[in-house]
């Protein structure tokens, strides 16, 4: 039930977090801009802490596993997925901007 609630109130928390006011400005567009602009800031963020804790996790399997293979492979495969899965979630905004040039 704590665990249920904690990761409710984390998720509450980042939404309350990352909530920009937006006023009757003369250009709604210019805000909705900016709110994206500040989102694809601190996802870029979030998304680099996860993989520097997937990556440490990683290094501390392959530090402590005692010549066990199956712990070996495993770090080895947490290290090459959290970087490719990186790369891509990060990767999106470049090539919707690529795309999106063509479109208008």
């Not at 909530?19 to 009757?24: D, K, N, P």
């Not at 993989?51 to 399997?61: D, E, P, R």
């Not at 495969?77 to 795309?99: D, E, R, Y």
């Amino acid at each position: 039930m704590k665990r249920i609630y904690m990761i409710t109130m984390v998720a509450v928390g980042m939404m309350v977090g990352m909530t920009v006011t937006a006023y009757a400005a003369k250009d709604v567009f210019s805000a909705g801009e900016a709110a994206i602009n500040d989102f694809k800031v601190f996802f870029i963020a979030i998304s680099t802490a996860a993989l520097a804790v997937a990556l440490g996790i990683a290094h501390l399997m392959k530090t402590f596993s005692g010549g066990n293979v199956q712990k070996i492979e495993f770090a080895n495969k947490l290290t090459s997925g959290s970087i490719i899965g990186w790369t891509l979630v990060n990767g999106v905004g470049l090539i919707a901007n690529t795309i999106a040039k063509y479109l208008n």
